[in-house]
């Protein structure tokens, strides 16, 4: 027998499903001619995607990454030596001829960050080098798992690889987990565990016990020091080395991975890599793969369904909508507008041709903030805000309004509002 409460679950997560949702927001779509797995992103889908993209870049700069392009193709023998074409050529487009040489659709971006590293000398005081692309790769999935954003064709992938000496392996790791943490707590979300995911029976892993169970040590000591709890899983590790994975469920407790830090000595082994050492001698480097959101395709997906479409105020597509009462307030709401653009605020104007003010909320019960403009509003230059969650604020300058959005949204708040703060509105003119 169904029960009323698994009623409800049910609903709530039908109601919640990303592929649904993601449809009736106009957030991305696919068509038959463009084929499955390869979804297309809409113009608000795009605008949460580059919020998010631009947050983890400056998240990256600030923690000492430098950002890279590397192309999507790549030589075969690139992934024969790194060792993807043996243990992971399932997973592989074919190879494409091209002037006599075979070319594949990239599964990984971390043999391109390898030769990167390659292509210059590096001393040990160059280390630990960071190196990050939000680049494109592409896996050949079945039809019968695609689905949405989840399980894609092509992917973009928040990438990151750290160069770095033995004794740095620890802390670097440690500093990509403290990363990940503030990153979903900016996103509003959160793990359903970290998983150490180690190696299993079986001959899809490289050799070299002792070189694992040194990077599994590192790997433990980096979740320690961020007091972070774990389960450890066999069978679950890259072919090259084993993995922290944070671990992110749906609605029905199904479980994916979002975001990973991983130790590789095998990398940089192939592909020959060194450093000069204060000996003057040529040492080995220890090559830390890291993903603070994975995928940016299951990331919005997960975002969608965790908040219904109901994003944080610096995700959503539109963070203001203005509301004049009449159409005498339509010019004081179209200013406005025009200084929501010039602070980099996403807004729109829903003027009364859209129906009553009670339905122009309505239509706009997703969007952040409400600001309604009747003709004390329009004579005072104010606005009489009202938040998503239903909350109605005293009018307020039309100033320090923006002001204080503006704020919420580059501190990356999940917070809607902060009574305590007032911030200096100066320069912010409507």
């Not at 040529?282 to 369904?305: D, K, N, T, W, Y």
Request: charged fraction near 25%; aromatic fraction near 6%; glycine fraction near 10%.
């Amino acid at each position: 027998m169904v029960t009323r409460l698994d009623t409800r679950e049910e609903t709530t997560m039908r109601m919640h499903d990303h592929r649904r949702l993601g449809r009736e927001l106009g957030l991305f779509d696919t068509d038959p001619l463009i084929g499955a797995g390869l979804p297309y992103w809409l113009p608000d889908g795009a605008a949460v995607r580059h919020a998010l993209e631009e947050y983890i870049r400056g998240a990256e700069r600030r923690a000492g990454y430098r950002h890279v392009y590397s192309p999507v193709l790549g030589k075969r023998e690139l992934y024969e030596i790194s060792g993807h074409w043996s243990h992971y050529s399932d997973d592989m487009f074919p190879p494409m001829d091209l002037g006599g040489e075979q070319v594949v659709l990239r599964p990984s971006l971390c043999p391109h960050h390898a030769l990167i590293y390659r292509s210059r000398g590096r001393s040990y005081r160059d280390l630990p080098l960071r190196m990050a692309e939000l680049g494109g790769m592409y896996r050949s999935e079945l039809s019968g798992v695609l689905g949405g954003l989840t399980r894609v064709r092509a992917i973009q992938l928040n990438d990151a690889h750290i160069f770095c000496t033995l004794d740095q392996v620890e802390e670097e790791a440690a500093a990509a987990l403290a990363m990940i943490v503030r990153a979903y707590r900016a996103l509003g979300i959160r793990p359903a565990r970290y998983r150490l995911s180690l190696p299993g029976p079986g001959g899809k892993y490289v050799a070299g016990a002792e070189l694992w169970r040194r990077s599994t040590d590192l790997l433990v000591g980096a979740l320690s020091a961020c007091g972070l709890d774990y389960e450890a899983v066999e069978g679950e590790a890259a072919f090259y080395g084993p993995k922290i994975d944070v671990q992110i469920a749906d609605g029905a407790g199904r479980e994916s991975t979002l975001s990973t830090v991983q130790v590789d000595f095998h990398q940089p082994e192939r592909f020959d890599l060194h450093y000069v050492g204060p000996d003057g001698a040529r040492h080995r480097p220890v090559m830390v793969h890291r993903s603070i959101i994975g995928s940016v395709e299951r990331a919005v997906a997960h975002l969608i369904e965790v908040h219904g479409g109901a994003f944080p105020a610096w995700l959503a597509p539109t963070q203001l909508t203005v509301l004049p009462v009449s159409q005498a307030e339509v010019p004081r709401a179209d200013g406005l507008l025009r200084r929501c653009a010039e602070l980099g605020l996403r807004a729109e104007v829903a003027g009364p041709e859209h129906g009553s003010l009670g339905a122009r909320v309505r239509a706009a019960r997703l969007v952040p903030y409400h600001l309604v403009i009747g003709a004390r509003e329009a004579a005072r230059e104010e606005v009489a805000p009202r938040l998503r969650d239903g909350r109605r604020l005293d009018a307020l300058p039309a100033a320090e309004m923006l002001a204080r959005v503006r704020a919420l949204v580059e501190a990356h708040s999940t917070d809607l509002w902060d009574d305590a703060a007032a911030p200096d509105d100066q320069g912010v003119r409507p």
